[in-house]
């Protein structure tokens, strides 16, 4: 079969069109066709294709607007060449608009030949609307072309941009739009905005859910993959999307300065909190992590996700004192960040000796420890569950922010940060919901009036490094979780999102050791730090000596709830609250 290379006919297009435009022009300036002229021309052209960007090897079917530019300079490059040459023998006007035809006709040739080589032969049976009408939204159109959608509108909140159009589409505002569909439910609308706040995506999907059957979203700048079509990315909005706080004075010159070039350990290294700061640690530039877990699998999995750090695995329980002290020895860490802990209420009730040796004893052992080999930072995170508790999980971690309060002032500076459930984390609510909703199960709630505050996971390790960046030493630093959401409506807003209308909200009563409210403060007396996202719980003194020798006895007492009681008095023990 008979071939044409692209590139030999490009060099026929550039013939071509100089014959017409120049016989056209000639004949608009009632002059002779002088044929030397045109052929000096065709060859100057020519040249100038060849060797300026390597224009005579451009894709026609992959062309942007970058090519129209390129054919326009190049032609005008070849014009600035070859008028010294003829002029005075021809009118310089007859020159410049031969000139300005053949770009209109070069670049119009070559955009006829891209838009039907690309026309979407697919049949257009659904209907989208892109909100945001930046780049993202241009792009995402521009894919929408080749799939089964047609773009019905772009929506922008810039009233500079609205009632204009982009491609034939109009641009129209969050009202217009609802009185242009009325009663009529569109199949899609994409938020195309990635660097915009999870406040206004939770904003327009409230605003605009009844309008559609689904609803997309862009991931964020720093997940988007450039190589990739963002089509492609689109993901279901989400509930971590609608109730995602992203703290506005995130300092990441702060944590970089905190984090580069020392030696991290992180025990608890393979959790939800844990493998997320081994994640920010490697991000921000940790010379070495030890990641301390002692489950072969969390560890496995964190570390085959670290590939820009030096990572020592070390399977590990912070119970055992003895290869706990070997590991500072021999790899000396500058930074501990103590994520360890068994955190879920209910087992914690059933295993209370356990709870108490993990929690309690466990990061006595990381703090002396520290102190010890001369950690410069101590980290501990901690509850909001530490604060009133009624269970002995919470209780446990009261013990524990004493215990790091307290012991300060040895050399290490030891500090604790307090914040609340973290969306997606293993064992907490959304997961389930999840689960119970992919297996078409009733969700489980205990009671309809409780609340809880919720943050991003990374977000929230973000906060608390730039805790520990501040700390001084003896702090306990409380995160801003914004307002407490009930999980009730939590599990409504879940069932909407997964379109399953079977699905219906069980109520089972709260659980041992559950309180319908957590709170982050135990009073108000709490002090700003130079970032409203981060504030400081007031100090509470204990004796070293009388604490040491109190944990002594609660981890060989047969009444623990009773001496959990005298250590921690505002600990109110619930059962079973019906």
Same mark, same amino acid.
């Given at each position: 079969?008979?071939?044409?290379?692209?590139?030999?006919?490009?060099?026929?297009?550039?013939?071509?069109?100089?014959?017409?435009?120049?016989?056209?022009?000639?004949?608009?300036?009632?002059?002779?066709?002088?044929?030397?002229?045109?052929?000096?021309?065709?060859?100057?052209?020519?040249?100038?294709?060849?060797?300026?960007?390597?224009?005579?090897?451009?894709?026609?079917?992959?062309?942007?607007?970058?090519?129209?530019?390129?054919?326009?300079?190049?032609?005008?490059?070849?014009?600035?060449?070859?008028?010294?040459?003829?002029?005075?023998?021809?009118?310089?006007?007859?020159?410049?608009?031969?000139?300005?035809?053949?770009?209109?006709?070069?670049?119009?040739?070559?955009?006829?030949?891209?838009?039907?080589?690309?026309?979407?032969?697919?049949?257009?049976?659904?209907?989208?609307?892109?909100?945001?009408?930046?780049?993202?939204?241009?792009?995402?159109?521009?894919?929408?072309?080749?799939?089964?959608?047609?773009?019905?509108?772009?929506?922008?909140?810039?009233?500079?941009?609205?009632?204009?159009?982009?491609?034939?589409?109009?641009?129209? %505002?969050?009202?217009? /739009?609802?009185?242009?569909?009325? =009663?009529? !439910?569109?199949?899609?609308?994409?938020?195309? #905005?990635? $660097? @915009?706040?999870?406040?206004?995506?939770?904003?327009?999907?409230?605003?605009?859910?009844?309008?559609?059957?689904?609803?997309?979203?862009?991931?964020?700048?720093?997940?988007?993959?450039?190589?990739?079509?963002?089509?492609?990315?689109?993901?279901?909005?989400?509930?971590?999307?609608?109730?995602?706080?992203?703290?506005?004075?995130?300092?990441?010159?702060?944590?970089?300065?905190?984090?580069?070039?020392?030696?991290?350990?992180?025990?608890?290294?393979?959790?939800?909190?844990?493998?997320?700061?081994?994640?920010?640690?490697?991000?921000?530039?940790?010379?070495?992590?030890?990641?301390?877990?002692? %489950?072969?699998?969390? /560890?496995?999995?964190?570390?085959? =996700?670290? !590939?820009?750090?030096?990572?020592?695995?070390? #399977?590990? $329980? @912070?119970?055992?004192?003895?290869?706990?002290?070997?590991?500072?020895?021999?790899?000396?860490?500058?930074?501990?960040?103590?994520?360890?802990?068994?955190?879920?209420?209910?087992?914690?009730?059933?295993?209370?000796?356990?709870?108490?040796?993990?929690?309690?004893?466990?990061?006595?052992?990381?703090?002396?420890?520290?102190?010890?080999?001369?950690?410069?930072?101590?980290?501990?995170?901690?509850?909001?569950?530490?604060?009133?508790?009624?269970?002995?999980?919470?209780?446990?971690?009261?013990?524990?922010?004493?215990?790091?309060?307290?012991?300060?002032?040895?050399?290490?500076?030891?500090?604790?940060?307090?914040?609340?459930?973290?969306?997606?984390?293993?064992?907490?609510?959304?997961?389930?919901?999840?689960?119970?909703?992919?297996?078409?199960?009733?969700?489980?709630?205990?009671?309809?009036?409780?609340?809880?505050?919720?943050?991003?996971?990374?977000?929230?390790?973000?906060?608390?490094?730039?805790?520990?960046?501040?700390?001084?030493?003896?702090?306990?630093?409380?995160?801003?979780?914004?307002?407490?959401?009930?999980?009730?409506?939590?599990?409504?807003?879940?069932?909407?999102?997964?379109?399953?209308?079977?699905?219906?909200?069980?109520?089972?009563?709260?659980?041992?050791?559950?309180?319908?409210?957590?709170?982050?403060?135990?009073?108000?007396?709490?002090?700003?730090?130079?970032?409203?996202?981060?504030?400081?719980?007031?100090?509470?003194?204990?004796?070293?000596?009388?604490?040491?020798?109190?944990?002594?006895?609660?981890?060989?007492?047969?009444?623990?709830?009773?001496?959990?009681?005298?250590?921690?008095?505002?600990?109110?023990?619930?059962?079973?609250?019906?």
């Amino acid at each position: 079969m008979f071939y044409l290379d692209k590139r030999i006919l490009n060099f026929l297009v550039i013939i071509s069109l100089t014959f017409i435009t120049f016989w056209w022009t000639f004949f608009i300036f009632h002059q002779a066709f002088y044929i030397y002229i045109v052929l000096s021309v065709v060859f100057i052209r020519m040249f100038a294709s060849r060797f300026l960007f390597n224009d005579y090897s451009l894709s026609w079917s992959k062309a942007s607007q970058k090519s129209f530019l390129i054919k326009s300079f190049v032609y005008i490059t070849a014009f600035i060449v070859y008028l010294p040459i003829f002029y005075g023998k021809i009118r310089f006007s007859f020159m410049v608009s031969e000139l300005f035809l053949y770009l209109f006709s070069i670049n119009f040739t070559l955009y006829i030949y891209y838009y039907l080589i690309n026309k979407s032969k697919i049949q257009k049976t659904k209907s989208v609307v892109i909100y945001g009408a930046g780049r993202a939204g241009i792009k995402l159109e521009s894919e929408f072309i080749h799939s089964e959608y047609k773009v019905k509108y772009f929506v922008d909140d810039d009233k500079i941009i609205q009632n204009r159009s982009i491609d034939a589409i109009k641009v129209i %505002s969050r009202v217009k /739009l609802k009185e242009k569909l009325g =009663e009529v !439910k569109l199949d899609l609308l994409v938020i195309a #905005m990635p $660097s @915009v706040s999870q406040e206004i995506t939770k904003e327009i999907y409230n605003d605009l859910s009844i309008y559609f059957y689904e609803i997309k979203v862009l991931p964020s700048m720093d997940e988007m993959l450039e190589n990739k079509d963002l089509s492609t990315q689109l993901k279901d909005i989400s509930v971590e999307d609608l109730l995602a706080r992203h703290p506005k004075d995130l300092d990441k010159q702060k944590i970089n300065s905190f984090i580069k070039d020392k030696i991290v350990l992180v025990t608890g290294a393979g959790g939800s909190i844990g493998s997320e700061i081994c994640r920010q640690c490697e991000k921000f530039g940790a010379k070495k992590l030890i990641v301390l877990d002692h %489950s072969e699998y969390n /560890l496995y999995t964190i570390t085959e =996700e670290l !590939k820009y750090v030096e990572v020592t695995c070390v #399977m590990q $329980s @912070v119970v055992d004192a003895n290869s706990l002290e070997n590991t500072f020895k021999v790899h000396k860490p500058d930074i501990v960040i103590h994520a360890a802990a068994y955190k879920h209420v209910p087992l914690v009730e059933a295993n209370i000796h356990e709870g108490i040796v993990n929690n309690v004893l466990g990061t006595k052992n990381v703090i002396d420890i520290s102190i010890r080999y001369g950690v410069k930072k101590f980290v501990m995170i901690s509850t909001d569950k530490a604060v009133r508790p009624t269970n002995v999980m919470g209780t446990t971690k009261r013990i524990c922010e004493l215990y790091a309060q307290n012991s300060n002032g040895q050399g290490t500076d030891i500090v604790a940060v307090r914040f609340g459930n973290v969306l997606g984390s293993s064992g907490s609510v959304i997961p389930k919901f999840k689960s119970q909703i992919e297996n078409k199960k009733n969700i489980t709630v205990t009671h309809p009036d409780i609340t809880r505050y919720f943050m991003l996971i990374p977000e929230a390790c973000e906060l608390v490094l730039q805790a520990g960046a501040i700390g001084t030493g003896g702090e306990i630093f409380i995160l801003d979780m914004g307002e407490p959401i009930k999980i009730v409506d939590l599990a409504k807003k879940m069932i909407e999102l997964s379109c399953s209308k079977d699905i219906e909200i069980e109520f089972t009563g709260l659980r041992p050791g559950e309180k319908l409210y957590e709170e982050l403060l135990i009073n108000d007396t709490d002090c700003k730090t130079e970032y409203d996202s981060i504030t400081v719980a007031k100090p509470t003194i204990y004796d070293i000596g009388k604490l040491n020798k109190d944990i002594e006895e609660l981890i060989v007492s047969s009444e623990k709830l009773k001496k959990l009681k005298e250590i921690v008095p505002e600990f109110n023990h619930q059962t079973n609250i019906k």
